[in-house]
């Protein structure tokens, strides 16, 4: 059959601004194009979808949030705002972004 492969958005993968969390269903096949209802793992296997593994290769070093919550003050003191590019822009340093 004809099937229809659902990815929950990058944003529900986040925990908190510098913490990241496997979503309860990050994706699921579904025989309908609007994704109701849901096909289980087995039920998807059955009917001849291909399995999705779920892996995740993050490396990367991080500070207490403590830390952070103090680099963010230090920031807007100085009249940048934290939740921004704008520090990254100024200091002309590379910006990063999630493609998805």
């Known amino acids: 059959p004809h099937g229809y492969l659902f990815v929950c958005p990058l944003e529900h993968f986040k925990s908190s601004r510098v913490s990241l969390a496997w979503p309860q269903f990050p994706w ?9 209802p849901p096909l289980t793992p087995e039920a998807a296997q059955s009917l001849g979808f291909p399995e ?17 919550e103090g680099l963010r003050k230090f920031h807007a003191a100085k009249g ?6 704008d520090l ?13």
Not at 80 to 85: A, K, W
């Open 80 to 85: 940048f705002d934290p939740y921004s590019q």
């Open 52 to 68: 999705i593994k779920q892996r995740a290769n993050l490396r990367g070093r991080r500070w207490d949030t403590k830390i952070y």
């Open 28 to 36: 699921f096949w579904c025989l309908d194009p609007l994704g109701i």
């Open 88 to 100: 990254a822009k100024h200091l002309g340093v590379p910006l990063m972004e999630v493609a998805g």
